[in-house]
């Protein structure tokens, strides 16, 4: 599903204006970026952390040039579902299963 197609069934569920919806969404995940950028994470209960992760120093090899590479420690988002979400999850695809057979 695309971020057009989650705001236009946001829109028809709620009666909301799309242009409204759209405003709404994008200052949702321009909070999530700019707070993950800052190091903190976001929590959304019943739904997932969104967190950044810290990515120690290691070395890597360049095949081509058969050398050593230091790449540096860096930060990562990453994105942990609920246990409540992962289970509905689960559950709805047994029954999308079910139908499909």
């Given at each position: 599903?695309?971020?057009?197609?989650?705001?236009?069934?946001?829109?028809?569920k709620?009666?909301?204006e799309?242009?409204d919806v759209?405003e709404?969404?994008?200052a949702?995940?321009?909070?999530?970026?700019?707070?993950?950028?800052?190091?903190?994470n976001?929590?959304?209960?019943?739904?997932?952390?969104?967190?950044?992760?810290?990515?120690?120093e290691?070395?890597?090899?360049?095949?081509?040039?058969n050398?050593?590479?230091?790449?540096?420690?860096?930060?990562?988002p990453?994105f942990?579902?609920?246990?409540?979400?992962?289970?509905?999850?689960?559950?709805?695809?047994?029954?999308?299963?079910?139908?499909?057979?």
């Amino acid at each position: 599903m695309t971020k057009a197609e989650i705001i236009a069934e946001i829109a028809n569920k709620t009666g909301i204006e799309k242009v409204d919806v759209q405003e709404t969404v994008e200052a949702f995940f321009k909070v999530v970026k700019n707070s993950m950028i800052s190091g903190e994470n976001v929590y959304v209960r019943g739904f997932g952390s969104f967190v950044v992760k810290k990515r120690a120093e290691k070395t890597a090899r360049n095949i081509s040039k058969n050398t050593a590479i230091i790449i540096p420690e860096h930060f990562v988002p990453s994105f942990k579902p609920a246990k409540a979400f992962v289970d509905k999850v689960k559950v709805g695809n047994k029954k999308a299963k079910a139908v499909n057979a």
